[in-house]
C-alpha cells in the first residue's frame, strides 16, 4: 500500500477530507460497516400478522422477497404488545423456513426404537380406525351414579402453544361430538 493511501486512512485525515470534524459520521465508518445494510432493505413487501405460539397474540411484521418469508419482528403498531416479541415470536420465521422442519408424519410403532414416515392418507385411515374401535370398545352410556354420560375416557386430547384459538375451537367441537372428554393444552400443565 502506497504511502499516501495509508495516510488517506490515517482517522485525522479523513475527518479533515469528509468534513467531519467530531468523528461522528462517515470518518468513523469501517469498510464493513459502511458495507452493512438493515436485514429487511430488500424486502419487496411486509404484511401484519400475529403470532401464532401463544394467546398473548403480539403482532408482528413479516418481511417477503420472492414469495418467501425474510424476516418477522414486532410490530410497534400492536397495542398488545407495542412492538415487542418474546424470543419464540422472535424466532417465528423457522416456524415457516427451518430446514429442520417435518413434511412427513412421523410415527412410532408401540415398543419401536425408532420413528418411521407414514403416508398421510395411512396416518388419517389408522387414527379414524383406533377411535372408531377405541369409542366401541370403552363408551360409557351412563355414569356409576346411572345418569347419562355418552363418553369415553379412553381417548385424551393434549394440544401444543402453536394451536390457534380458531383450531382449538374445532379440536373441542370435535371431541365433544366423539364423546371424548379429556381435553387439555400443554399451555395449561
Ligand atoms: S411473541 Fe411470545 S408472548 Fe407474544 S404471542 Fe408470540 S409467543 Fe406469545
Redesign the pocket.
Known amino acids: 500500500m502506497g504511502l499516501l493511501k495509508l495516510l488517506e486512512q490515517w482517522p485525522v485525515v479523513r475527518q479533515l477530507k469528509e468534513g467531519d470534524a467530531l468523528a461522528l459520521g462517515p470518518a468513523v465508518q469501517s469498510p464493513r460497516s459502511k458495507a452493512l445494510k438493515p436485514r429487511i432493505d430488500e424486502a419487496e413487501h411486509v404484511v401484519q400478522s400475529i ?1 401464532p ?2 394467546a ?3 403482532g408482528q411484521l413479516v418481511y417477503v422477497k420472492g414469495g418467501e418469508v425474510t424476516h418477522i419482528e414486532g410490530d410497534p403498531a400492536s397495542p398488545i ?1 407495542r412492538g415487542r ?2 424470543p ?2 422472535q424466532a417465528s420465521k423457522s416456524y415457516v423456513q427451518s430446514p429442520l422442519r417435518e413434511y412427513k408424519v412421523k410415527y412410532r410403532r408401540p415398543y419401536g426404537t425408532a420413528w418411521e414416515e407414514l403416508s398421510l392418507d395411512d396416518a388419517m385411515e389408522m387414527i379414524a380406525r383406533r377411535i372408531v374401535d377405541t369409542r366401541a370398545d370403552t363408551w360409557e352410556y351412563e355414569t356409576s351414579d346411572g345418569a347419562p354420560a355418552n363418553r369415553t375416557t379412553a381417548i385424551a386430547h393434549l394440544g401444543g402453544a402453536t394451536l390457534d384459538n380458531e383450531e382449538n375451537y374445532l379440536i373441542k367441537k370435535l371431541y365433544t361430538a366423539l364423546g371424548i372428554v379429556c381435553v387439555e393444552n400443554q399451555a395449561r400443565i
Do not use: A, E
Open positions: 403470532c405460539y401463544c398473548v397474540g403480539c404488545s416479541l418474546c419464540k415470536g
